[in-house]
Every structure is written in C-alpha cells, then in structure tokens.
C-alpha cells in the first residue's frame, strides 16, 4: 500500500461550522493521524447521528454513513459485526450521544464492541440553537432554560466507566499532541474506545473550557493522566498533588522539591482492572478539582465481534455453511396468485 498523507484523508466538500468551533480541530487532528494509523481508506468509516459535530463523515475522504440521531452506535456495531477487519469511528455529541442516544451508546459499550467512539462535548445543543444538554452545568442559561438548568449533569467519562468501558480518556479540541496520543491509544485499543472531547461552542457556550484549555491557565486546571506517573499539576511554587484517602480524592499541597510518592500523592494506574480508581478520578470537577484529562482506564477484554465471529465459526463447523434459499424456502410457504 503506498504511503498515505493527511490530504489522502481530507474530502471535497466545504466544511461548514461556525467560525472558531472547536469541531475545526478536532477533523483536522483525525486527518493528521489518520494515515499514521497504517489501515487503507477503504477499510475505514465514520458514522455519525445528527448534530453539528455529525457533518464529519462528509469531510473525511473515506467511508461514511450519517445516521439517524442517537443510532450512530446500532448502526457502528452492525458494520463492525459483519465486517471485523473495518476500523469503525462513531462520531458523537453530549446531545446526541447521551440523551436520545444515550440507550444505544450504553450497550455498544457494555458489549465491548472493536469501535472508537468520539463523543464531542460542548455542554450544549449547537444545532437547534443554544438548548441546555445532558452534560450542561447546573445554573446554566439557555434558551430552553431561561432561569437556569436545574438538571443534575451527565458526566461522560462516569456514564462510559458505569457501562463497563475498557477504554476510557479525556482530550480537548485545541490541544493538538494531547489529541492525537489519545487517537494513537483508542486506535491500539481492542474493544470500545470512548474519547470525551471538551470542545468549544463558540456561539451559544463560549469559553466552556477555557481554563482548560488556554496554555496560560491549563497547568493550574487540568490535571494530565500519565500512566506510571503521580498525579501532580500547577506551576512552581503551586504545586498541588492528588491523595486518595477511603476512596475519595484529596488536593495536598506540595513543595516545589517535594518526592510526590514520599508525599503519599497517588501514582497514575490506568490498567487497574477495578474501575473504582478510574470513578474516583472522574468524580473531580471544578473548582474544588482539576479537571482530569488523559486515559483514565484501559483493560483488556474480549470484543463483541470477536467472540460473535467464534460463534458463527464454530457454527459453521457443525452445521455447514447453510443456505439462505433453502432456508427461506423452508417450512410453511405459499405463492401468491396474481
């Protein structure tokens, strides 16, 4: 197969979002990573339901389907089961993903289907016009929430750690290398891969996740998941470091030459096979917290796909294999006269 650029990947069509969306980076990242990936663009596809992050399919040079709103993890799951050697994309949003959706992305992800699963959350609807989400902060004002959401918010890495996720991680729009390591990751990852992608909404939720977000200001709010590594953040002088005591996160403060393991500060273990480590990291939220970006767990376990293929092998086997016309014709039939 003859190598493979990022302009291999980018298709002829306009890309139309709103000037600054957070979405412009996120295609552009994908595309960069696509041909590192070392997998054909006929072997490739991404399926979306319906919202703004769902025009992707239409900019990427490979295959695509845009579904119906919340299907886009039925219709992924069928294209990985009749076609395991595919590699499927499911591009999502908070809104799509998780409210009418949210049925259909549990069970793809309980059933440890071989997908990547990118859920873009801008913690608002976008494509009707500014509605609060399932992800939308408590207080929020929007259009459908004039006096503010009283809603108790999704949390996306919690809904996907809750379903059985073995791959779970966090990334943002703007930050391009963080971006392409946890494609990289969910890519390698045999199973379901779900990625949180914090992601601006220029025009109805602007600045969301700016401190996050903004080289200024992210050393003081976001927290960086590195296998091996203590969980540490802030600059010189404001060192903090994360304890977990009865199973609850702690912020200690913590000298500039401070050991964090001497310091009892907790060493990041993303292959930890209980999910209670990862639960405890996704229960840290502003401001009381950083915000946790990176991969949060990774465990290995069977695929759907791959113990549905032994199914139909070992079927096959034992019965042969099969004729659908003889089948068809079996059993009670009749003809219908003209």
């Not at 600054?20 to 696509?34: A, E, R």
């Not at 992924?76 to 993903?97: F, N, Y």
């Not at 009418?100 to 549990?106: D, T």
């Not at 480590?277 to 915000?291: C, I, K, R, V």
Request: net charge negative.
């Amino acid at each position: 197969m003859a190598a493979l650029t990022r302009k291999d990947f980018v298709s002829d069509q306009e890309v139309r979002w709103c000037p600054g969306c957070g979405d412009y980076s996120v295609l552009s990242n994908v595309q960069k990573v696509m041909p590192e990936l070392g997998v054909a663009r006929e072997n490739v596809v991404f399926v979306s339901g319906i919202g703004c992050s769902s025009r992707f399919p239409y900019y990427m040079n490979t295959y695509g389907f845009h579904t119906i709103h919340g299907r886009a993890p039925a219709f992924a799951t069928g294209m990985k089961a009749a076609r395991p050697e595919l590699s499927v994309w499911v591009i999502t949003g908070d809104g799509d993903g998780l409210s009418i959706g949210g049925n259909h992305l549990l069970h793809t992800i309980r059933r440890n289907v071989d997908l990547q699963i990118l859920l873009f959350n801008n913690r608002v609807y976008g494509l009707t016009k500014g509605q609060y989400s399932p992800t939308s902060r408590e207080g929020m004002r929007t259009k459908s929430s004039p006096t503010g959401v009283i809603d108790h918010p999704v949390d996306p890495v919690s809904f996907a750690l809750g379903a059985g996720a073995t791959f779970v991680a966090r990334t943002a729009d703007v930050d391009a290398r963080h971006l392409q390591e946890m494609l990289h990751r969910a890519h390698a990852h045999k199973g379901t891969s779900f990625i949180e992608i914090l992601q601006n909404c220029p025009v109805y939720n602007d600045g969301e996740w700016e401190k996050v977000e903004d080289k200024e200001t992210r050393d003081e709010h976001a927290l960086r998941l590195v296998h091996g590594e203590p969980l540490v953040y802030g600059q010189p002088g404001q060192r903090r470091g994360i304890r977990i005591e009865d199973g609850t996160p702690v912020v200690v403060p913590l000298a500039d030459d401070a050991d964090p393991r001497a310091a009892g500060i907790v060493v990041h273990d993303d292959h930890s096979q209980s999910p209670s480590y990862a639960f405890a990291l996704a229960s840290m939220a502003p401001p009381a917290f950083p915000t946790p970006v990176g991969v949060f767990r990774e465990v290995s376990r069977s695929s759907y796909d791959e113990l549905l293929g032994r199914q139909v092998t070992d079927a096959v086997a034992k019965r042969g294999a099969g004729d659908l016309k003889a089948l068809l014709e079996s059993g009670d039939t009749w003809t219908v006269e003209a």
